[in-house]
């Protein structure tokens, strides 16, 4: 078994070819086994791309949030659309920017759009008590 993203194998970056199946000889399990950022260039052109916000809640970099009374601000992750956990990989073009809540709860899990994230992170953002800070009543405020 093998994940493909956009008809290319992520385990070795070969198209799929529909005569060969999608096997692949490659494990997906050995990788390179250390955790990479996506090169400077790269960063800066998914920051550009993606106007400084988060891929999955559209919310800018530096936005405030509160969580369990404290006040910060959101930073910048580089996530990977194929989880590290299953990849193993840190090439260029599967990392996204996105914020530090959104990467925290998105985690290792696939999702087949955007959207999807979208609402999983939405969802579980407000269960784990996480308010953006324009959202939080001006009595709440401190």
């Known amino acids: 078994m093998t994940i493909v993203l956009q008809g290319i194998k992520q385990c070795c970056d070969e198209p799929v070819n529909p005569e060969q199946g999608f096997s692949c000889k490659e494990n997906m399990i050995q990788g390179h086994f250390k955790r990479k950022y996506p090169s400077l260039k790269r960063q800066k052109e998914l920051l550009d791309k993606q106007n400084n916000q988060c891929l999955y809640c559209n919310k800018p970099f ?4 509160t ?14 659309l194929v989880p590290y956990a299953y990849s193993q990989t840190s090439k260029d073009l599967d990392f996204v920017a996105s914020c530090n809540i959104c990467n925290f709860i998105k985690s290792d899990m696939v999702f087949e759009t955007i959207e999807e994230v979208f609402r999983y992170v939405d969802y579980n953002r407000k269960k784990k008590g996480f308010s953006y800070y324009e959202d939080v009543p001006v009595e709440e405020r401190r």
């Open 67 to 80: 969580r369990n009374g404290v006040l910060a601000f959101t930073t910048v992750h580089w996530d990977h």
């Open 62 to 65: 530096g936005t405030p949030y």
